[in-house]
């Protein structure tokens, strides 16, 4: 089956989580494409850095400046390395995030702008890219330059080969696209760098060269890019989807080719070989870094993307390993989740998505989907996140910065989105259902600290409210369902395979049960079977209840009791009955001593 697990120096998943991420304490944390976690020994060896270390201002002489500087100096090459790359290719420019690194090429690009007797240059995104990709456009309308949003659908190679490589021709234009969607975790051809830099595929048919903007945030968080082979002129990053610390920096990886011809009218401290304050005289600095990092970089956040990559390949042994541990996360909730039905057939989960699942090279270790009731009625989001906040289980919801793929996957047209905005709906609110349609969908992402346990326990939640307790459960059978990930254990660690599709899901459902075949043993999935508890103890527990009935009725078992108390929103549950009475505050004791 498909990895789970990854080959590090901390063992199984669980120890990682033992030793690295023991803040979590009983939370299941869903929200990775967002942002993801920091390892404990990140922060410990950042810390022990700083106190052992002093560095000055980079811009400064000294010998403590000048070890800043070279710090960072290696940090890129590091960097570089890291995408498998060289200076020799790409420059580093270090941002305050990904959002910025776009606006810099928004505002450096070499437009060309459009005039009634020669066209100009072009800005083409794909629909399902995020808000700060399709805000460069609010820039490159000042500047006249056409912008054309094109769905991915419409991304189809030419017949002839003409445009790009024009020699009459050389007008500069831009196409903009994610290495993998941050609302459904599709990841689109990196392939397409080549073709459109070669004319083979053209996002319009227009004549001059095209160069190719790679939003890569997303993406890098749990796969590995190979800048040597994908060679796109602008990598966009944000390093706290990779190392979860530190936020507020990420980078532009410029490809050296173009790098000399972005233009830039600001100038800030550090970026002038010299320049005048009385006269328009401004000399940049040689370096294409040091001439677009205005001011004085985040040196010490910068300092601490070192101790982030030791973290990363330390922890998990590299990238590769957390492509696949991530994905055999998702491909197995992917396959429970989309098997749960009522009992009349109707499924429990609306599923967005592209693909089903079925490799890691089409789909990153995002699921994003809407709860449905029996009747196939949408259940809102904001009250899935509610329920959800009871269990201590976090992930997000909306339409996570990204309209068009919200758009695409939830059926919603123009005029839809504008409709909600008069009926009061803007991005971020919790106004989830308007007219029985949703406004927005609930997003789960896995990172390499993710655990089977994280899965299970948000499958738990999906079924404890919307099947258990209640005659609704139908589950297809055994045959028919797919596998969750196996392990094939390592001396130091873990191992993968990149058989996915190998590993039927073995599921059955006795007594309305229903169990999973887990990577460390059978466990289950529904909160009937409570954790480390065997199908034998229950049955013990429960009997062969249904064959003692009369006739017509079905048998109920109790399994869990949750006590929500009169002053609180929360739930604990009772394990025992001494636990209720541990509770002065709580009516039923006072009931039922």
């Known amino acids: 089956g498909a990895a789970y697990g990854g080959g590090g120096g901390k063992g199984s998943p669980r120890a990682l989580r033992r030793a690295e991420f023991a803040r979590l304490g009983g939370m299941t944390y869903l929200d990775h494409a967002g942002a993801t976690l920091f390892p404990q020994s990140l922060l410990k060896a950042f810390t022990e850095d700083?106190?052992?270390?002093?560095?000055?201002?980079?811009?400064?002489?000294?010998?403590?400046?000048?070890?800043?500087?070279?710090?960072?100096?290696?940090?890129?090459?590091?960097?570089?390395?890291?995408?498998?790359?060289?200076?020799?290719?790409?420059?580093?420019?270090?941002?305050?995030?990904?959002?910025?690194?776009?606006?810099?090429?928004?505002?450096?690009?070499?437009?060309?702008?459009?005039?009634?007797?020669?066209?100009?240059?072009?800005?083409?995104?794909?629909?399902?890219?995020?808000?700060?990709?399709?805000?460069?456009?609010g820039i490159t309308a000042t500047m006249n330059v056409l912008t054309v949003p094109l769905k991915p659908a419409e991304m189809v190679p030419q017949a002839e080969e003409v445009g790009a490589e024009e020699p009459s021709c050389q007008t500069p234009h831009l196409f903009?696209?994610?290495?993998?969607?941050?609302?459904?975790?599709?990841?689109?051809?990196?392939?397409?760098?080549?073709?459109?830099?070669?004319?083979?595929?053209?996002?319009?048919?227009?004549?001059?060269?095209?160069?190719?903007?790679?939003?890569?945030?997303?993406?890098?968080?749990?796969?590995?890019?190979?800048?040597?082979?994908?060679?796109?002129?602008?990598?966009?990053?944000?390093?706290?989807?990779?190392?979860?610390?530190?936020?507020?920096?990420?980078?532009?990886?410029?490809?050296?080719?173009?790098?000399?011809?972005?233009?830039?009218?600001?100038?800030?401290?550090?970026?002038?070989?010299?320049?005048?304050?009385?006269?328009?005289?401004?000399?940049?600095?040689?370096?294409?870094?040091?001439?677009?990092?205005?001011?004085?970089?985040?040196?010490?956040?910068?300092?601490?993307?070192?101790?982030?990559?030791?973290?990363l390949e330390r922890l998990t042994g590299g990238m590769e390993n957390i492509k696949w541990h991530t994905f055999a996360l998702a491909h197995y909730t992917y396959r429970v989740l989309s098997s749960l039905k009522y009992t009349n057939g109707a499924p429990v989960v609306r599923i967005y998505s592209d693909t089903d699942f079925s490799s890691p090279e089409t789909q990153g270790p995002i699921i994003n989907f809407n709860v449905l009731d029996e009747n196939g009625e949408i259940v809102g989001y904001s009250q899935v996140d509610r329920l959800a906040g009871l269990y201590n289980i976090h992930f997000r919801t909306g339409c996570f910065c990204n309209t068009g793929a919200c758009q695409q996957h939830?059926?919603?047209?123009?005029?839809?989105?504008?409709?909600?905005?008069?009926?009061?709906?803007?991005?971020?609110?919790?106004?989830?259902?308007?007219?029985?349609?949703?406004?927005?969908?609930?997003?789960?992402?896995?990172?390499?600290?993710?655990?089977?346990?994280?899965?299970?326990?948000?499958?738990?939640?999906?079924?404890?409210?919307?099947?258990?307790?209640?005659?609704?459960?139908?589950?297809?059978?055994?045959?028919?369902?797919?596998?969750?990930?196996?392990?094939s254990p390592k001396e130091n660690g873990y191992t993968y395979d990149n058989h996915v599709d190998k590993l039927p899901l073995k599921r059955s459902i006795t007594d309305s049960q229903l169990k999973t075949s887990s990577p460390s043993g059978l466990t289950s999935v529904c909160p009937q079977l409570a954790e480390g508890q065997s199908e034998r103890n229950v049955t013990e527990i429960s009997g062969n209840s249904t064959e003692m009935q009369p006739s017509g009725t079905t048998a109920v078992t109790i399994t869990n009791i949750y006590l929500y108390p009169i002053k609180s929103c929360a739930a604990f549950e009772v394990n025992a009955f001494s636990d209720v009475l541990k509770d002065s505050h709580c009516v039923v004791c006072h009931r039922y001593p």
């Open 410 to 487: 939830l059926g919603m047209s123009n005029n839809d989105i504008k409709k909600n905005l008069q009926a009061g709906h803007v991005c971020g609110d919790d106004i989830d259902v308007i007219d029985g349609r949703p406004t927005g969908s609930v997003r789960i992402s896995f990172g390499y600290m993710s655990t089977f346990e994280d899965a299970q326990t948000f499958l738990k939640f999906i079924i404890a409210t919307r099947l258990c307790g209640c005659k609704m459960l139908n589950c297809p059978p055994q045959a028919e369902t797919p596998s969750p990930v196996t392990v």
């Open 50 to 137: 700083l106190s052992a270390n002093i560095y000055g201002n980079p811009h400064s002489q000294s010998i403590s400046s000048k070890l800043t500087y070279d710090t960072i100096e290696h940090i890129r090459y590091r960097l570089l390395q890291h995408f498998n790359t060289t200076v020799e290719d790409y420059t580093v420019i270090f941002t305050s995030g990904c959002t910025a690194a776009l606006r810099l090429i928004a505002e450096a690009f070499p437009w060309v702008p459009g005039s009634p007797e020669e066209p100009g240059s072009c800005f083409c995104y794909l629909t399902d890219s995020h808000t700060s990709v399709v805000g460069m456009r």
């Open 176 to 311: 903009c696209y994610p290495a993998q969607s941050n609302f459904s975790g599709t990841k689109y051809p990196l392939e397409w760098i080549k073709e459109i830099k070669s004319g083979k595929l053209h996002p319009i048919n227009v004549l001059g060269k095209w160069f190719v903007l790679l939003d890569a945030a997303s993406y890098v968080s749990t796969s590995p890019l190979d800048l040597s082979v994908h060679q796109a002129d602008f990598v966009p990053l944000s390093f706290y989807k990779m190392f979860g610390f530190p936020t507020g920096l990420g980078a532009l990886l410029v490809k050296n080719e173009i790098a000399s011809h972005l233009r830039k009218t600001y100038f800030g401290g550090g970026t002038a070989a010299a320049y005048l304050a009385g006269e328009d005289l401004y000399l940049p600095r040689r370096s294409i870094a040091e001439r677009f990092e205005d001011g004085t970089v985040s040196f010490l956040d910068i300092i601490a993307l070192k101790h982030g990559f030791d973290a």
